[in-house]
C-alpha cells in the first residue's frame, strides 16, 4: 500500500517538474522581457522546490476510512477467541457467555461483509420505490 501511495506522489511531482520544464523552454525559446520576469521567477521557484501552487493534500474519501476502520473492528472482534472452560462451577458461566459471543460474531461479520456488496442495490431499489 505505502508503494502504491508513493507512486502517486512521485508521478504528480513529475508531471508538475515537466509542466514547469516546458513552460520554461518556452519562455527562453521566445526571449525573456520585463513584463516575463515575474513568471520566469516563478517557474524558477516551481522547479527549484517543486512546489505546485494550488496542489491540494491527500484526501481519504470517507469509503476508505470506513473501510479501513470496520476491518480493525473485525480483526480485533476476531481475535478474541474462546479458551479450553470446563461446563463446571466458573466455567458454565463463560460456557453461556462465549456462546452469546460466537452467535454475536457469527452473524455480524457476514451481515457486514453483505451488506458491504448487497447495500448499493437495496439502496437503489429505495430510492426507485419512493421516487
Known amino acids: 500500500m505505502i508503494v502504491s501511495v508513493s507512486t502517486v506522489f512521485v508521478g504528480a511531482t513529475t508531471d508538475l517538474t515537466k509542466a514547469a520544464k516546458l513552460m520554461a523552454r518556452e519562455l527562453l ?3 525573456i522581457s520585463a513584463v ?4 520566469a521567477v516563478e517557474l524558477l521557484l ?6 505546485h501552487p494550488g496542489q491540494p493534500g ?5 469509503w476508505y476510512r ?8 473485525v480483526c480485533v472482534c476476531l481475535s478474541i477467541r474462546p479458551k479450553s472452560v470446563l461446563g463446571i462451577g466458573k466455567g458454565a458461566e463463560r460456557i453461556v457467555w462465549w ?16 451488506t458491504s456488496f448487497i447495500w448499493p442495490y437495496i ?7 419512493f421516487s
Open 123 to 129: 439502496e437503489e431499489l429505495i430510492r426507485t420505490l
Open 58 to 62: 491527500i484526501q481519504w474519501p470517507v
Open 66 to 73: 470506513a473501510i479501513i476502520l470496520l476491518g480493525f473492528l
Open 46 to 51: 516551481i522547479l527549484q522546490t517543486k512546489y
Open 99 to 114: 456462546r452469546y459471543w460466537l452467535k454475536f460474531i457469527g452473524i455480524t461479520i457476514p451481515g457486514l461483509i453483505v
Open 29 to 31: 525559446d521566445k526571449g
Open 36 to 39: 516575463d520576469v515575474p513568471e
